[in-house]
Nanobody, 129 residues
Framework: QVQLVESGGGLVQAGGSLRLSCATS????????VAWFRQAPGKDREFVAV????????YYADSVKGRFTISRDNAKNTVYLQMSSLNSEDTAVYYC??????????????????????WGRGTQVTVSS
């Protein structure tokens, strides 16, 4: 059973930065595609960013492009989401998700939550204005 554990969330002022981590154990994490999603109160879950198994491909939602960076360290079985220039609209619970398939398929596929097999429990990010 694959378990994903997010960490790094918290309260930050507008304009600040946070780095989220998604860690796992007991699996060949380096072969998985991993994404970040978020869900704000009263809103649907939305895609944030995705990274290929090797780390060579990434894709971002327009709302975070240029402000967020997804990366991974396969030796540590960890995927990161570096967030900067945060604003109140970034307030949400952030979830990481992993797909056993290493096939990329393209951004339109990779931005769908239904494509992912495993999900973490989430970490809260609150941006104060």
């Amino acid at each position: 059973q694959v378990q994903l554990v997010e960490s790094g969330g918290g309260l930050v002022q507008a304009g600040g930065s946070l780095r989220l981590s998604c860690a796992t154990s007991g699996t060949i994490f380096s072969s998985y595609i991993v994404a970040w999603f978020r869900q704000a109160p009263g809103k649907d879950r939305e895609f944030v960013a995705v990274i290929s198994s090797s780390g060579g491909r990434t894709y971002y939602a327009d709302s975070v492009k240029g402000r967020f960076t997804i990366s991974r360290d396969n030796a540590k079985n960890t995927v990161y989401l570096q967030m900067s220039s945060l604003n109140s609209e970034d307030t949400a619970v952030y979830y990481c998700a992993a797909d056993r398939s290493s096939a990329w398929y393209g951004p339109s596929v990779r931005s769908r939550g239904s494509e992912y097999d495993y999900w973490g429990r989430g970490t809260q990010v609150t941006v104060s204005s």
